[in-house]
């Protein structure tokens, strides 16, 4: 997760939650995995990274929005508009790295969203980076399965992917340098693109893998 923070946000220097505040979550949820108190221990206390697209959840939240109460565990993400919300059922959490489920209807249903909390992480930071890159292109982009399929082929594609998030729709990771990230954010048929660049450079190298992939949203 560290390699993320420093190539992707700029961050070297952490800024986590205290003890209290740590402390405060495990008192309303018992013990929580290892991979999420490191990030909250890291980065809880950076806007760049808590609140780019959409929204970490902290202690603070809790006290702000009483309706998080009504789910089945402890939120970690809110989309931007409250159209989901990204948790650890309760029944999962006394695995060691349990999966992340989301829901859409405010609890009534559960879906899975990562396989691995160690991997949502990971995998949700590399999404939002691209929000809060430097550069970045003007406009989204509409692929088909086929520019898919080359950005595929052509790009790393990161090994973590994002499930149900914002409806039926799948997050594909995707870099080519190590300060770059795009996303394919869709299903069959149908793909969202957007990326950036922390650097000039890298940016520059993934306009001209990209040109001419893609309609302009």
Known sequence: MND??????GIRIPDG???AQLAA???RFGRLPDALMHFYKTAGHLPQVMCVQDTWLTPAHYDAWPWLDQLDGPVLMNENQGVCQALIRSCDLGKADPPVCVTQDMGRSYQPCGQRVS??????LT???????????DAMFWL???QAGYIGQTLHCHPCKLHHWIGQKEIQLFSLAPDSALYLMGS?????MWY??????????????????????
Not at 4 to 9: A, D, E, Q, R
Not at 196 to 217: H, K
């Open 25 to 27: 979550l495990q008192t």
């Open 119 to 124: 991997a949502f992480i990971r995998a949700m």
């Open 144 to 146: 088909t399965d086929a």
């Open 196 to 217: 950036g660049a922390r650097s000039r450079e890298s940016f520059s190298q993934l306009e001209q893998c990209l040109d001419g992939i893609g309609e302009e949203m």
């Open 188 to 192: 069959a048929g149908e793909w969202q």
């Open 127 to 137: 999404y939002q980076a691209v929000f809060q890159m430097p550069h970045t292109p």
């Open 4 to 9: 993320i923070l420093s190539s992707l946000y």
């Open 17 to 19: 939650l205290t003890d």
